[in-house]
């Protein structure tokens, strides 16, 4: 009977080492442990054993049974941590699945960012439309009657106006700078608003000139401030943009509807300003005019240039954007081509 | 504008120690921008002069000549060339080993090197006028013509940059910084700026000691308003001669051509102090009198090369007694020219009006030395700094020369500007308070004359400036802050007023659509032009009635403006489709059409602007896109905060699908469609082996909400039952009218597929529904569940005809 017993407890022992899965391991249990296990049968035959043999036999089978049931646990446990729940082969090298997402095309994103930056110091957004007249793309903001800029070779004119004279001749905006007079006629003064949008030249174009490009000018109108205070704001909106203090310098400009009027150069930002191909050698790039508005524009706005003053900063969008990517060919912008746009996710 | 040091110099005395570098990035920062900084020597490194002292034949080359050279160095040295003028005791222009020079003029510089050229050692090699920069001081004849230093005072070995007065360095300034001011256009102007940025001071320019005794040259001013001086001087044994090798050198380090003594004369004063100059032969002024007076109708004006070209009534001319023989301030033509047999001159200094001399130039499409000075709008005393500058020079070079008659014609002065500004004024708009010494000392180094008087200065402007550049207190005011350089006044910050909030619902509105339309359908953003290919406007058969159209299109079949976004779409979509087959992409920006609209004031007249959103799915499945491109829409209003979007089938929009479209609603109002693209319109436009979904809406009609508007639903309380429906059901049976039979006994209907095929009696369909079905009151039974799912068959049956599909 003792010899029965080893026999079973070593089988049994034996299958539970040879489990490979869990299905497996649930039909043993029943096998080694159930009404009709040989453990069992060997129980149902305790009774006809003597009185020592049987105490001494039902320890025995009593601990393998207990055995029985440790490793079985211990088999299980072990299954279940080493079950993945992909039972197939998986290539874990293999690419991942897309989100299907567009994107906005960068000089939106551009756009916005500066939108963002603006909309958090008080400035209000304002769009002009994109055909103008010469009264308001010109005249009002004190470029001479004979302006090369006013020529066709400049300016794209509206077939059936370009003969005529001001508010009657039409042309795709040039410059932002019309919109300014618009807002400020519309709203009057104190004011601060920015003023995005896509601007149009009679051009050649080529890798760096664009027939239609974006510009995104801004403009304060108060009492009593300095032309200074334009650092400022300047130096704050770089730093939202770009994530940094970038250094920026005023430099001597003329344009027709600021005075003064400068040019604006930040550090070169792929050579923090140390001198590269890109900055021409000398660490600033010219990104942006800026100046105090004229009187004379003042005026056009029916604002008194004695009590108003105000300035303007001009972003050059595309030239923004190629900065921040390291796009070398400005006329990508409008390409439409999806291998360039995709790039922007 | 080529600006060179030495000349500046000649006006004013640099700070020791002060590096061209340093005078270029100061005048960028106060006064104009200076793109580069030339060193003119530099590239003249190792070339030298050589004397010839043997010429012999090659023995294996018919073309080239060994020549025996002393290049000042111990030995003389043996060096191949190929040259067609070599002679024995020539001088002439050697690079030596290490030089670099431009191989034939053409390309980058080529470092030469000691070499053998057909068997013979050749140490350098004797160079052509334009391997080393030297075609305007030495104009070849031929192609292997070499520099011949005949005449010129040189030793051998002595650096070639210093024989030919090439050490100079040279500023070039951007001319469109320079387009205000009038007085930059010299470099006694540049002088001055400089010497107002340096504080160190301006030599004064000669004056002239004209004898006003001499006889009077007759000179007519027929039109005042556009000759304002026209001063004539009448010169004799002047001759056409070399100018004397600084002057030459000056003129070429600046951009000009050597031509003559006589004309450089008046080139380099012209550069000089910016005032332009012009000589005619004397013999060439008929009737010994100038008339100033614009050209008479048909008049003709010969030109040097035979050419003509005609002149309009508009166009000022220099005449004789008969016939034009210049375009004021432009041009010269064939009469005025100096000759070899000229012998004495009348040399015009005169002053003509920008616009007169912006229109001509226009009309010609000329742009000269002269004219693009003219145009900037010269004072009228600048002729007297002219007079004596070329006076002093003709004297200097024709020494024997005499001044033989005289005439100032001199109709309208420039008016110096007087401008008062307070010292309030200035402390406040420049931001700091600025002491009046320094204030008067800017002012006065930029030739201001200024008076302090109870807090205000009262500036007289200089002549200079007064043509228009400075006007009012501002311009002043410019002049002091870039002087003392804008970065000299600290950032003051700027104060913000809050007094409301800004709502700016349609500009909100238009960037959540963006966003939603890329970042949550997935559409790639794209800009195309406003000018659009006729093809694609044809294609899609725009009523171009309504069209606007530019006067001067970027080529001709870009003429139309776009009144729809429609077809530079397609036309991206042609252009995507070599590389994409499944993509979207959608645009937003304005269409043009004719009409009227006052976007700012009355007086002016706009036509009508749209602003649109328009975008596209391309793909196989024409089913497919267009259910997707639906879904987008239907979706739009919800995550874009604004009013719903609803569809009606009414107008079918000129590029679509004869059966597939449908019309966006909002309000009551059509703002857009929706639909595949037709077959007529792809085959028009060659977009091939696809289709395309598409929809455009006018942005204008949407309606933002002031914020979200959705409200909380309570959670149901007792479960819902959901039941799957399958039901086979005649085709013509809609969408919508099964769910709105069934609309008021379901709590939630969802569609899961349309099903048409074998299995599927014709005419039929087999429609899979979810519906979910729950009772406010309580949880449903099974008997109740199965009682209502029984209604609802009936009703669906009864209504719809539609049966339980078997399973």
């Known amino acids: ?345 | 504008m080529r600006v060179s040091l030495n000349l500046v110099k000649k006006y004013v005395d640099l700070p020791a120690n002060l590096t061209s570098a340093q005078i270029a990035y100061d005048l960028t920062l106060r006064t104009v921008e200076v793109e580069s900084v030339e060193n003119t020597s530099e590239k003249y490194h190792d070339i030298v002069v050589g004397k010839i002292l043997n010429v012999n034949k090659h023995p294996n080359a018919d073309l080239l000549r060994i020549c025996i050279v002393d290049i000042g160095e111990a030995k003389p040295v043996q060096i191949v060339c190929g040259g067609s003028n070599l002679y024995e005791e020539e001088y002439v222009v050697v690079s030596k080993p290490g030089a670099e020079v431009v191989w034939h003029g053409e390309g980058e510089p080529v470092k030469i090197k000691e070499t053998k050229m057909r068997g013979e050692s050749s140490y350098g090699m004797i160079c052509g006028a334009e391997e080393v920069y030297l075609s305007k001081l030495f104009p070849p004849k031929d192609n292997h013509e070499i520099v011949d230093l005949k005449g010129i005072e040189c030793i051998p070995g002595q650096n070639i940059a210093e024989v030919l007065c090439m050490d100079d360095t040279v500023l070039e300034i951007d001319n469109k910084s320079l387009t205000n001011r009038p007085d930059l256009w010299g470099h006694y102007g540049i002088a001055r700026e400089l010497s107002a940025i340096y504080d160190v001071p301006l030599k004064e320019l000669p004056k002239h000691k004209i004898d006003f005794s001499l006889p009077e040259y007759n000179v007519e001013i027929m039109d005042p308003e556009k000759c304002q001086r026209y001063v004539a001087i009448e010169i004799d044994s002047v001759y056409e001669k070399a100018s004397p090798m600084w002057m030459k050198a000056l003129l070429v380090n600046c951009g000009l051509r050597p031509i003559n003594a006589i004309v450089d004369i008046t080139n380099y004063v012209m550069i000089a102090v910016g005032q332009p100059l012009h000589a005619f032969d004397r013999t060439h002024v008929d009737g010994e009198k100038i008339v100033v007076r614009n050209a008479k109708k048909g008049e003709q004006l010969l030109l040097l090369d035979n050419n003509t070209i005609d002149l309009t009534e508009d166009d000022l001319v220099i005449s004789d007694e008969h016939n034009a023989m210049a375009l004021a301030g432009i041009r010269g033509g064939m009469k005025d020219s100096i000759l070899s047999d000229t012998t004495g001159i009348i040399l015009e200094i005169a002053n003509f009006t920008a616009q007169t001399i912006r229109k001509s130039g226009k009309r010609f499409d000329e742009k000269t030395d002269a004219s693009i000075r003219y145009e900037k709008n010269i004072d009228t005393e600048r002729v007297d700094q002219g007079i004596a500058l070329s006076l002093e020079l003709f004297k200097e070079f024709f020494p024997e020369s005499n001044i033989v008659s005289f005439c100032d014609q001199y109709p309208k002065k420039t008016k110096r500007a007087e401008i008062s500004i307070s010292q309030e004024f200035l402390n406040i708009r420049l931001g700091k308070v600025l002491a009046k010494d320094i204030v008067e000392r800017v002012l006065k180094a930029l030739g201001y004359e200024v008076e302090f008087k109870d807090n205000v200065y009262h500036v007289i402007v200089p002549v200079w400036r007064s043509t228009g550049d400075v006007s009012i207190k501002d311009d002043v005011m410019g002049d002091i802050a870039r002087l003392l350089s804008f970065d000299s006044f600290s950032a003051k910050p700027l104060t913000i007023t809050f007094s409301h909030a800004v709502h700016q619902d349609s500009i909100l509105l238009e960037r959540r659509l963006r966003e939603y339309l890329a970042y949550r359908c997935g559409f790639n953003e794209i800009f195309t032009y406003p000018w659009i290919d006729e093809k694609y406007i044809k294609a899609i058969k725009t009523d171009l009635s309504k069209s606007i159209k530019l006067a001067t299109p970027p080529a001709p079949e870009l003429s139309f403006l776009r009144s729809s976004l429609i077809p530079g779409m397609l036309e991206a979509i042609s252009k995507n489709l070599r590389y994409y087959e499944n993509f979207k992409m959608f645009e937003m920006a304005q269409i043009f059409e004719k009409g009227e609209y006052h976007e700012s004031s009355l007086d002016e007249t706009l036509p009508i602007h749209k602003k649109y959103l328009t975008g596209c799915i391309v793909g196989k499945n024409a089913k497919d896109i267009f259910y997707q491109l639906k879904g987008a829409i239907e979706s739009m209003a919800s995550f874009c905060h604004m009013k719903d979007l609803t569809f009606i089938r009414e107008e079918k929009p000129s590029w679509a699908d004869v059966n597939v479209y449908l019309n966006i609603m909002c309000d009551e109002k059509i703002i857009g469609s929706i639909g595949l693209l037709s077959f007529a319109v792809m085959s028009e436009t060659k977009i091939k082996r696809t289709n395309v979904a598409l929809f455009e809406i006018n942005f204008g009609y949407l309606k933002p909400f002031d914020s979200r508007t959705n409200e909380f639903k309570h959670l149901p309380q007792f479960p819902l039952v959901e039941k799957d429906l399958s039901l086979l059901i005649d085709n013509d049976i809609s969408w919508e009218v099964i769910t709105e039979t069934i609309k008021g006994k379901v709590k939630e209907i969802q569609f899961i597929e349309e099903y048409r095929g074998n299995q599927i009696p014709d005419g039929k369909k087999s429609v899979m529904l979810r519906i979910k079905i729950g009772n406010d009151n309580g949880t449903m039974t099974s008997e109740e569940i199965t009682k209502e799912m029984e209604q609802i068959v009936k009703i669906l049956y009864k209504k719809c005809g539609a049966e339980l599909r078997e399973e």
């Open chain 1, 1 to 345: 009977m003792k010899e029965k017993l080893e026999e079973i407890s070593k089988q049994g022992l034996q299958k539970i080492d040879n489990i490979k899965s869990i299905e497996e391991l649930q039909d043993l249990r029943k096998e080694l442990m159930g009404k009709k296990s040989p453990l069992s049968e060997v129980l149902k035959t305790l009774g006809t054993l003597n009185p020592d043999m049987k105490k001494e036999v039902g320890m025995k089978a009593t601990e393998i049974k207990n055995t029985f049931s440790l490793k079985l646990d211990e088999k299980e446990e072990e299954l279940i941590a080493a079950k993945s729940v992909v039972d197939e082969p998986i290539d874990l090298t293999l690419p991942g699945i897309k989100p299907e997402e567009g994107v906005l095309h960068p000089i939106t994103q551009m756009c916005y960012d500066l939108n963002d930056a603006f909309l958090s110091l008080g400035f209000e957004v304002y769009n002009e439309d994109d055909i103008s007249s010469e009264k308001y793309a010109f005249d009002n903001l004190n470029f001479a009657p004979d302006h090369p800029a006013r020529q066709s070779m400049d300016t794209f004119w509206i077939e059936g106006t370009e003969d005529k004279l001001g508010n009657e001749r039409l042309c795709l905006r040039p410059h932002l700078t019309g919109g300014s007079v618009r807002y400020l006629l519309e709203h009057g003064a104190p004011a601060r608003f920015v003023y995005p949008g896509r601007v149009y030249r009679n051009e050649t174009t080529d890798a760096r000139h664009e027939r239609a490009f974006f510009q995104y000018e801004a403009l304060i109108v108060d009492k009593d401030i300095s032309f200074s205070s334009g650092v400022v704001m300047i130096q704050t909106i770089f730093e939202k943009v770009f994530g940094r203090k970038i250094n920026v310098r005023m430099r001597e400009g003329f344009f027709p509807f600021t005075e003064p009027g400068y040019e604006i150069d930040m550090e070169c930002l792929v050579c923090t300003g140390k001198g590269c191909r890109v900055c021409n050698h000398n660490g600033w790039i010219e990104v942006m005019p800026g100046g105090v508005i004229h009187p004379n524009v003042l005026k056009s706005a029916n604002l008194d240039p004695e009590v108003w003053t105000g300035f303007y900063i001009n972003i050059g969008l595309d030239r923004l954007v190629m900065m921040r990517y390291g796009v070398d060919d400005v006329r990508l912008f409008h390409s439409a081509d999806l291998r360039f746009l995709e790039q922007f996710k």
